[in-house]
Nanobody, 123 residues
Framework: VQLQASGGGLVQPGGSLRLSCTIS????????IGWFRQAPGKEREGVSC???????HTADSMTDRFTISRDNDTKTVYLHMNKLKPEDTGVYYC??????????????????WGEGTLVTVSS
């Protein structure tokens, strides 16, 4: 099982960014998959996930700005981020819940993680 996140970078407040997560070693639409982030000095938190039966969950503070999507053909999961704020700065990770059949969008229920990609929102 492998996941590789990419697409991070420096963006100005109010800007947009799209993160990509390319997977291998498992079937994308059979397991929960999501994006998480860790801001400097803070714990890792759930951002947006696709869970069982294609349900989508996005953190309340991001629901009107961030959208998760999935392309099963290219085995890629995306995080579309709009109206970015400085507090969105952090390392963003993608992860999959192989061992949890009905995962919530919480860190503890995701088993395989990719390397993170850094997002910096600053003017």
């Amino acid at each position: 099982v492998q996941l590789q996140a990419s697409g991070g970078g420096l963006v100005q407040p109010g800007g947009s960014l799209r993160l990509s997560c390319t997977i291998s070693g498992f079937t994308l639409d059979l397991y929960g998959i999501g994006w998480f982030r860790q801001a400097p000095g803070k714990e890792r938190e759930g951002v947006s996930c696709i869970v069982t039966n294609d349900g989508r969950h996005t953190a309340d503070s991001m629901t009107d700005r961030f959208t998760i999507s999935r392309d099963n053909d290219t085995k890629t999961v995306y995080l579309h981020m709009n109206k970015l704020k400085p507090e969105d700065t952090g390392v963003y990770y993608c992860a999959t819940a192989i061992l949890h059949p009905f995962p919530l969008c919480v860190v503890d229920e995701y088993d395989y993680w990719g390397e993170g990609t850094l997002v910096t929102v600053s003017s």
